[in-house]
């Protein structure tokens, strides 16, 4: 062969690669367009039952059913390779045949080009790529209002090859008042705060958090305590924000003893703190406060409403070695990453081991695999049951990985769940799989975004799903610990909502979070460290501000935000400022409220102030906006009005020990507002008791305003 006819069959095939590369692939450049286009989003044809008998899967996740439903199904009329334009996947898309969705692509359009040429070349089946990484030009940004910022974005395919997706990806903001997007991955800033803008590309998602400021930085001086004042400072400083002052010693006693151990402290404790000189009191307060019993009964109410713990599931005597285990568990400090390993490797009868309990509120696989990423990763994996995450990496094969770990968990019973004193048991049998709802494929147990572990390995594989929950590098669980306790001690997470940890769902200070949940995971996920860490900060102890000029929600967390008492925090404080306890039904006398073990303890005020009924493992379950019950309850409910008028209450007792009015009014202040009334104050009630038809007449009135007050009702 001469050089000459060597050069031209190269040249051939150079010019054949070339043709063959230009030639549109299904997965990479048709599905891609539809999902610009919204043909396969929720609201279209990638709905669970599609649209006009057309189905495609949600977002273009799975292009192997997408090819077969567009070139394969109904008789193959959709595309006509004969004469492309006359196909009828472009003829509706066009708007030339009508359309419920009306006209979608014009004719001049790129996705029209794209999927024309794909019909026009044959319908080529291919091989299907996916995207394994996406990069976008910015992952943190700042602009002023007005200011635009233009994004790129970058696709990695699994074959190696990379594209340019900035055309194609789909862009969504949450807080169109601080930031929008356009189609084009333009973002535009319009007034202050931070917006999280989601990029969505073929299954993989990403955000950039935009912040705009409200105002130029300004020096300040605030002293840090620790890693997180160090944090907010440079936050403020980026958004413009001032911080407030600190909060009085009256303030922070109330507040602290309420968000640790859910009690209010006594008229004689908060004089004693008042009255203490020494400057690192406040210190001191916290670790009393984790030191007191009230502590492992408060927290043990978090956990167990996140673990769902109720005597339906559990029965009377698994309900008790559940609630003992745990309390004693947080009595104790036990490290959560042992609590967490006896949860989900728990075995053995109920009634003497409290964590098998884990395994009598769901029964099936797939609901402890939901439970299971929800509660210890913060991770809601719900929605990847039957399709793609619409806003995660996860997967069907994701979701069914995590179920995959329990199917080998077995109950043994008397066949009354327990109820008539029958002992329940869990055991891991030898055998016992799951299968993938659409493939019918065995599934292996696989860890989010880890290899499956082997299908015959005859270890208990629970024991590998804790190791790699609690494991020092794990992306999820220091953190969602941090932001849980940061949501309940600051009334809102650094995500929100708490479990919701996602790339699309940012932290309002992503490096605040990461910082406190490595220093939880350093200090060997010690949950009472995890606390004092945030009570010591200054800016947990900043005043309460009622009229913000900036930050009004507190976000930015620049001043302290007033948030509901829980319900049973709150009905422990009307039981101490009245002097009169709560009697529950089949409980000792003397019980409290925080101290009850599950929801079916009847008590129509803790329901009503938004006792969760534990049916769901979410952190919204608990209700946490007052309505208009809750004031009529208090304002006029006849519980409330016995205690304040026993003769075994508060006033009766003062009367009976002839204090005076000034003591009497220090007194309720005290007990209820924990703090003493002003001279203003003292001056009103005086009046008012002048005014009312007895002294006790007057002093329950007053009372009864001091519980009605917003004061008392919220957590300041």
């Known amino acids: 062969m001469t050089r000459t006819a060597l050069l031209s069959l190269v040249a051939l095939a150079t010019c054949a690669d070339r043709a063959r590369a230009a030639e549109p692939n299904f997965a990479r450049d048709v599905v891609p367009a539809l999902t610009k286009l919204g043909c396969n989003a929720g609201n279209c044809h990638g709905s669970f039952k599609g649209r006009g008998e057309f189905r495609l899967s949600l977002l273009g996740f799975d292009p192997a059913a997408d090819y077969d439903a567009i070139v394969v199904e109904s008789r193959g009329r959709r595309v006509f390779t004969a004469a492309p334009d006359k196909s009828l996947l472009l003829m509706k898309g066009t708007g030339q045949i009508a359309h419920g969705g009306q006209k979608r692509m014009p004719v001049d359009s790129e996705a029209y080009r794209v999927v024309r040429d794909w019909i026009a070349r044959g319908v080529r089946r291919a091989d299907w790529p996916t995207v394994t990484k996406l990069d976008v030009s910015a992952a943190d940004i700042t602009l002023k209002p007005g200011e635009t910022r233009d994004l790129m974005v970058k696709a990695t395919w699994s074959d190696g090859t990379t594209q340019d997706a900035t ?38 998602v990403a955000a950039v958090l935009t912040t705009v400021p409200f105002g130029a930085a300004q020096d300040f001086t605030f002293p840090a305590a620790n890693l997180i004042d ?4 440079t936050e403020w400083k980026k958004l413009g924000l001032l911080p407030g002052k600190l909060s009085s010693d009256e303030d922070f006693l109330r507040r602290v003893s309420l968000d640790l151990i859910g009690t209010l402290p006594t008229p004689d404790e908060i004089r004693r703190f008042l009255a203490d000189p020494d ?19 408060y927290w043990s109410i978090k956990w167990s409403d996140l673990l769902r713990a109720h005597r339906k599931h559990l029965g009377e005597k698994g309900l008790a070695s559940f609630n003992d285990w745990l309390r004693q568990s947080l009595r104790d400090n036990r490290s959560l990453d042992k609590l967490v390993r006896e949860l989900l490797t728990a ?19 797939d609901e402890l695999g939901e439970t299971t990423a929800q509660v210890f990763l913060g991770v809601r994996l719900q929605c990847a049951k039957c399709h793609h995450h619409p806003f995660e990496v996860w997967t069907q094969d994701d979701y069914h990985g995590m179920a995959a770990f329990f199917p080998r968990v077995k109950r043994k019973d008397t066949g009354e769940n327990g109820q008539f004193g029958g002992a329940q048991s869990i055991r891991l049998d030898s055998e016992g799989t799951w299968k993938h709802p659409t493939t019918g494929k065995t599934v292996a147990p696989q860890v989010l975004g880890g290899k499956a572990l082997k299908l015959d390995d005859p270890a208990d594989p629970r024991a590998a799903l804790a190791d790699w929950i609690v494991a020092k590098d794990n992306p999820y669980f220091a953190r969602n610990v941090a932001n849980r306790y940061w949501g309940y001690l600051f009334g809102r997470g650094l995500v929100e909502s708490l ?10 200070f992503p490096a605040l979070l990461d910082a406190l949940a490595a220093d939880f995971a350093k200090s060997n996920y010690d949950l009472k460290h995890l606390l004092r860490t945030v009570c010591n900060s200054r800016a947990y102890q900043l005043a309460c501000d009622l009229k913000p000029a900036r930050d009004a929600d507190g976000e930015f967390v620049t ?50 102030f938004g006792r969760p009924r534990r049916i769901s493992a979410c952190e ?19 519980a409330l009005n016995k205690k304040i008028t026993s003769e075994q209450g508060r006033i009766a007792k003062a009367l009976a020990a002839k204090k005076t009015d000034d003591e009497v009014i220090e007194e309720l202040y005290l007990a209820t507002f924990s703090r003493k009334p002003t001279d203003a104050d003292r001056k009103l009630v005086k009046a008012h ?13 007053l009372l009864w305003a001091l519980l009605n007050s917003a004061e008392f009702v919220f957590n300041r």
């Open 167 to 204: 055309k194609l990806a789909l862009y969504e903001t949450n807080r169109a008042p601080v930031a929008t997007v356009a189609a084009t991955g333009r973002i535009e800033a319009r007034g202050p705060g931070r917006a999280a803008i989601t990029v969505r590309y073929m299954g993989q």
């Open 230 to 233: 160090t944090h907010l400072v």
């Open 279 to 297: 400057s690192k009191k406040r210190a001191k307060l916290i670790d009393a406060l984790l030191d007191r019993a009230e502590y492992a009964d």
């Open 347 to 365: 075995q053995g009868n109920l009634f003497t081991n409290g964590p098998a309990a884990f395994y009598f509120v769901d029964r099936l696989p």
């Open 499 to 508: 479990d919701d940890i996602r790339a699309t769902n940012p932290a309002t």
């Open 559 to 608: 001043h302290r935000r007033p948030r509901p008492m829980p319900a049973e925090a709150l009905l422990d404080a009307v039981c101490d400022a009245t002097g009169v306890p709560e009697m529950f039904e089949k409980m000792p006398p003397g019980t409290r409220a925080i101290a009850l073990p599950d929801p079916a303890v009847t008590s129509y005020f803790l329901d009503v």
């Open 620 to 638: 919204c379950e608990r209700g946490g906006r007052p309505d208009l019950t809750q004031v009529l309850h208090l304002m006029n409910g006849d």
């Open 689 to 701: 008791l002048a005014s009312a038809p007895s002294r006790r007449e007057g002093l329950e009135d």
